[in-house]
C-alpha cells in the first residue's frame, strides 16, 4: 500500500496525538518524505541528513523510519557541533523524549548522557529541538511535540533500506560568539586547500592548517577532520606542539591552540580534557582565545586574542594504529637500571653546543623545562643524551654549563631507591656528590655552585645534554 506523503500528512491523519512516552514507541507508520533527501553527512557509522518540511514529533521520527533510521540522537559535544555545521533553519527536531527529568530517552533507545536533553521546570513532558541563538550557534530547547519542525535523520551506513551519498561539509569563516567554559560548539569548518601531514606525538597526533580562521571555526574544522583544536598538559608537549610551526618565511609565527579564557577568568579545553597545565598568565579582556606564539629563536609562549581574529591553528587526533600492528601495553621503565626510556624522542630546537678541552663530545644546557624522563628524550632527538659524571671536573664543567640565577639542572643519574644509582647513557657508577642516600625512586640535579641533588623525577627543570662532536 502507498503511503502518505509527509507533507500531506497534517491534512489526512485524524488520529489525535498523545503525549510522548520512554522509552518512545512512533504511533505512525513510516512516512513517505516528500521530497527524497539528497544531501547527506557522513559521521562515523552513520549518515545524518536535514528535512526542511516541518512536521510534528511523531510524524518527523515516522519519516525518518521511512529512511531506514530515526531522529538524530546526541551523545558529545563533538556530535552537537557535527549537526551545528550543516543546520540550515532556526529549529529543528532531533530525538530527544522529556516525559519528566527522571525519565528521558532517544527514539532509537540509545544512552541518554550529558545534558543534551534538559531538564524542565516545572517537570513538563515534550520533545528537544536544536534551536538557533547567535548567528551561527545552535542550543537543545524543549518545545511541543505537536508544534511542526524541520529535522534531522540519522541512518546507519550498515543499514540496507538506504544508500545515502555522502557529501562533505564545508563552510566559509563567520564571526564567533563569545566563548565560554565548559566550551559549546559553535562555528563551521572551511575548506583546507593544502595536503595535510599527520605528525604523531604520545597517543595523539597533529597538523598544522596554515590557513587562518576564527576559533569556531577552527574548532569545528578540527572535529570534521576527527579531533579538536591541540591541548597541551606538559612542557614536552607544549614544545612538541610550538615546533610544528611552519619555518620562516611563513608568517605568522602564531597559531590557535584549543584553550579558553572564559568572562569569569576560568580556563578549559575543547576537548574538554583537565586543564592541569598553564603557562604566563594570559591577559586582557575576557572572553579570551589562547594563541601559541613563537618569539627568539627557539621560544613560545601563550597569549590571549580575541576569539573572532583569524589564525592559523593545530588539530589533534587520537593516532591511527596501523592494522597490521597490534600494539600492546608496556610497563614505565624510566626509574630503572639499568635505564630504559619509555619515551619518544621528544622534537627539540638545536641549541648552542660548547666544546670542552680534550674532549669528543659537545655539550648544551636546555632551559626547558622538563620532567627528567622528557629531558632525557629531548637530548636522544638530537642525538645524545643526558650527561654522565665520572671525575670532579666533569662535574665542575657541568656546573659552568648553568646560567647564573637558573636552578639546578638534570644530569643522567638516576636511582629507583634502595640507595642504587645508574646514567641514563649506561655508563658505569663510579663518582657522585650526593650528601643523601636514595630511599626512594628519585633523578639527580646539578646547580651553578656544582652541589647535586636528589629529586622527584617529575619536576620540571633544566637540562644539560651531551652528543657526539662528529
Known amino acids: 500500500m502507498m503511503l502518505p506523503v509527509g507533507g500531506l500528512l497534517l491534512a ?14 512512533s ?3 513510516p512516512l513517505l518524505p516528500a521530497q527524497q533527501p539528497t544531501k547527506w553527512h557522513k559521521r ?5 541528513t536535514l528535512i526542511e518540511d516541518a512536521l510534528p514529533f511523531d510524524q518527523a521520527e515516522a519519516t525518518c523510519n521511512y ?29 530527544g523524549v522529556h516525559v519528566s527529568d527522571s525519565d528521558k530517552c532517544w527514539t532509537d533507545s540509545s544512552a541518554v548522557n550529558g545534558n543534551f536533553i534538559p531538564d524542565s521546570t516545572d517537570n513538563e513532558a515534550y520533545c528537544i529541538a536544536y534551536v538557533e541563538i547567535g548567528a551561527i550557534r545552535h542550543e537543545f530547547q ?13 541512518v546507519s551506513l ?11 561539509t564545508a563552510a566559509a569563516i563567520t564571526k564567533a560568539p563569545s566563548a565560554s567554559c565548559p566550551f559549546q560548539p559553535y562555528g563551521k569548518p572551511i575548506e583546507i586547500d593544502e595536503e595535510l601531514t599527520w605528525k604523531p606525538y604520545s597517543t595523539s597526533e597533529y597538523a598544522f592548517i596554515k590557513q587562518a580562521a576564527s576559533f569556531g571555526d577552527a574548532e569545528a574544522t ?8 591541540a591541548s597541551e598538559h606538559d612542557n614536552g608537549q607544549f614544545l612538541f606542539i610550538g615546533l610544528q610551526t611552519p619555518p620562516l618565511p611563513f608568517e605568522p609565527r602564531e597559531f590557535y591552540i584549543g584553550a579558553i579564557q572564559a568572562t569569569d577568568n576560568s580556563k578549559c579545553w575543547t576537548d574538554g580534557s583537565e586543564f592541569n597545565f598553564d603557562r604566563e598568565p594570559i591577559q586582557g579582556s575576557t572572553p579570551l582565545c589562547v594563541t601559541q606564539k613563537a618569539f627568539g629563536s627557539v621560544g613560545f609562549k601563550w597569549s590571549g586574542v580575541d576569539c573572532a581574529e583569524a589564525y592559523p591553528f593545530i588539530c589533534a587526533r587520537p593516532k591511527t594504529e596501523s592494522p597490521t600492528t597490534t600494539a600492546s601495553p608496556t610497563a614505565p621503565t624510566a626509574l630503572q637500571c639499568p635505564f630504559k626510556s619509555d619515551r619518544a624522542p621528544i622534537p627539540t630546537p638545536e641549541p648552542q653546543w660548547k666544546l670542552r678541552l680534550l674532549s669528543l663530545n659537545k655539550y648544551a644546557y636546555i632551559a626547558g623545562p622538563l620532567s627528567f624522563q622528557d629531558a632525557q628524550a629531548s637530548c636522544a632527538y638530537l642525538k645524545g643524551d643526558l650527561v654522565s659524571a665520572h671525575t670532579l671536573l666533569d662535574s665542575s664543567f657541568y656546573a659552568g654549563l648553568i646560567p647564573k640565577d637558573a636552578q639546578p639542572a638534570w644530569i643522567g643519574g638516576l636511582s629507583p631507591g634502595d640507595d642504587k644509582y645508574c646514567w641514563t647513557d649506561a655508563s658505569r657508577w663510579n663518582f657522585d656528590a650526593l650528601k643523601n642516600p636514595a630511599d626512594k625512586p628519585s633523578c639527580v640535579q646539578i646547580n651553578r655552585d656544582g652541589a647535586w641533588s636528589q629529586a622527584e623525577c617529575g619536576v620540571a627543570a633544566g637540562y644539560i645534554c651531551v652528543k657526539f662532536i662528529l
Open 12 to 25: 489526512l491523519v485524524a488520529t489525535v496525538l498523545s503525549a510522548p512516552t520512554c522509552p518512545y514507541k
Open 27 to 29: 504511533p505512525i507508520a
Open 44 to 48: 562515523g557509522d552513520f549518515n545524518f
Open 67 to 95: 529512511l531506514g533510521g530515526h531522529l538524530a540522537s546526541v551523545h558529545s559535544a563533538e556530535e552537537a557541533a557535527f549537526i551545528n555545521f550543516f543546520m540550515s533553519t532556526d529549529v529543528s527536531f532531533v530525538g
Open 142 to 154: 524543549p518545545r511541543s511535540c505537536q508544534d511542526p519542525a524541520p529535522f534531522v535523520c540519522q
Open 158 to 168: 550498515s543499514n540496507p533500506l538506504t544508500t545515502p551519498p555522502t557529501t562533505t
Open 222 to 229: 578540527c572535529v570534521s577532520l576527527g579531533g579538536h583544536l
